[in-house]
């Protein structure tokens, strides 16, 4: 049975753009090999954290949609964890993808209008 999944991790703000097109890949792969599919990544550039984290005040964000059975969230937040370019991320298990959800969210508000 496949689930929705989204992830938001914030890497390095030190790195550069290579290095961090190249984590991206690297945990894109990660998933990918363990069988998720619908991988949908999204760059959301280098922004303010709001507390500091490992002493960053900035970091980059990258969220990341898939579809999965669920066996890799853990090794892959193991693998974050374990890594020295990732200095937070969450995973959030979906109801549904996230097109249809915020293909109901305007929906919703189109009819309320």
């Known amino acids: 049975m496949s689930n929705y999944y989204e992830m938001m991790y914030i890497l390095r703000p030190d790195m550069s753009e ?3 097109t190249a984590a991206v890949e690297k ?7 363990r069988g998720a599919t619908n991988i949908d990544i999204l760059n959301r550039g280098k922004r303010r954290l ?8 900035d970091g980059i964000y ?3 949609n898939y579809e999965a059975d669920g066996t890799q969230v853990a090794p892959l937040e ?3 964890r374990l890594g020295e370019e990732v200095i937070l991320y969450m995973t959030l298990s979906l109801d549904k993808p996230v ?3 915020v293909g109901a969210e305007a929906e919703a508000s189109e009819a309320g209008e």
């Open 18 to 20: 290579e290095q961090a």
């Open 27 to 33: 945990y894109k792969n990660f998933i990918e090999e």
């Open 50 to 57: 709001a507390y500091p984290v490992k002493k960053f005040q």
């Open 62 to 64: 990258i969220q990341v």
């Open 78 to 80: 193991r693998a974050m």
């Open 99 to 101: 097109a249809e959800a």
